[in-house]
């Protein structure tokens, strides 16, 4: 049984309608929430405040049995009853203030997350190999000590969002079994000592830095099959020839001339991002095995879909979008695109196509 509530602080939990509720999202429109009668066999619960950390939350309450818990914008007091939580396998702290970040090490927690969290304790010993997360995400927690992370030997996602870092954080850094991260909007130069924190990796998730190169290391191939480096400004990309298994890439919004492009030649690729791309042709990528092609805005695509270029487009590229695209998104084009999505389809057999022109 599911329910959302929005209370005012009267426990209404003593009607017999709630006797058998295992999921429970609870939104207090007062300071500080009061739950002490609550006895309920929750599974899952959520606690949310529609202010600020000011309001205060008592956790003494809580049921044995949950095995979720989400608590946003509260000042959590009495965490210290949290490790005997013995069920709980996830935990979502978000705008939250807490004390003590001791309850983790006597939890079977497989994913946490911390968001927007105030740290005033979080020790080496808090964090040790005995624990068993798999997912971590400390999102814009201003949380910069990356080596005492590499405790939580069953590490398999991290997300480190915000956090203001840049590469040397990274330094000598290893995660055995980490196959994602999420280190976008920080400060990093390039992927050095990102690329090589596991051995296992396969998705780096590095959008929003302030990146001009792939390395300024020498770098060893790597396995990476989903790679996003959107949003920097990023003008060699040759480093990119060490990702020999590179399926998905986001390279929107960056300075990447066509010269540069055709370092991807050689990429198993079948996914690419081109949004607000340099590229003023497909010549560059018309070697790809690509499945997937986004330009977004291709004001600087002119020589691609011009009417006066269109006949010997057609006739020197025949059925080349046909054979390697199965989709394909246009949008904010110059106005000389005159090919309807009809005619895409029919001239070069895509099955979906979208363009919008202004």
Not at 73 to 99: A, E, H
Not at 314 to 332: A, F, P
Request: hydrophobic letters at 35%; glycine letters at 2%.
């Amino acid at each position: 049984m599911y329910s959302r509530i929005k209370q005012s602080g009267r426990s209404i939990f003593q009607s017999q309608q709630y006797a058998q509720l295992h999921s429970l999202i609870y939104e207090s429109v007062q300071s500080n929430i009061s739950l002490d009668n609550i006895n309920l066999p929750l599974q899952s619960l959520s606690l949310y405040s529609p202010h600020s950390i000011n309001f205060k939350v008592n956790l003494n309450f809580l049921s044995s049995t949950i095995q979720e818990l989400l608590i946003y914008n509260y000042k959590v007091i009495g965490s210290d009853s949290l490790k005997n939580l013995s069920k709980l396998v996830r935990l979502q702290l978000i705008g939250t203030q807490i004390m003590d970040f001791g309850f983790i090490q006597h939890l079977n927690l497989t994913e946490l997350t911390v968001q927007k969290t105030e740290f005033t304790i979080f020790e080496k010993k808090m964090i040790n190999n005995q624990l068993s997360l798999r997912k971590l995400n400390l999102n814009k927690c201003n949380f910069n000590e990356i080596h005492l992370l590499q405790e939580l030997t069953l590490l398999e996602e991290l997300e480190l969002s915000g956090n203001q870092l840049v590469n040397e954080h990274f330094r000598n850094c290893e995660f055995r079994l980490l196959q994602e991260i999420d280190v976008s909007h920080n400060k990093l130069r390039s992927l050095d000592n990102i690329n090589t924190l596991s051995p296992m990796l396969v998705k780096i998730k590095a959008n929003n830095n302030k990146m001009t190169k792939i390395f300024f290391e020498t770098q060893q191939n790597s396995d990476l099959v989903d790679l996003d480096i959107s949003h920097n400004k990023q003008k060699d990309i040759s480093g990119l020839k060490a990702f020999i298994n590179l399926k998905h890439l986001n390279i929107k919004r960056n300075l990447i001339g066509e010269r540069r492009m055709k370092v991807i030649k050689n990429l198993p690729l079948q996914w690419i991002d081109l949004t607000k791309s340099r590229c003023s042709s497909l010549e560059s990528i018309n070697e790809l095995t690509i499945q997937q092609i986004i330009f977004y805005d291709c004001q600087n695509c002119q020589n691609l879909f011009s009417c006066k270029n269109l006949k010997k487009y057609v006739s020197n590229y025949g059925r080349l979008l046909g054979n390697q695209y199965t989709h394909l998104q246009i949008e904010r084009s110059n106005p000389d695109i005159i090919l309807s999505e009809y005619l895409w389809q029919q001239y070069f057999q895509i099955k979906q196509v979208f363009i919008q022109i202004f």
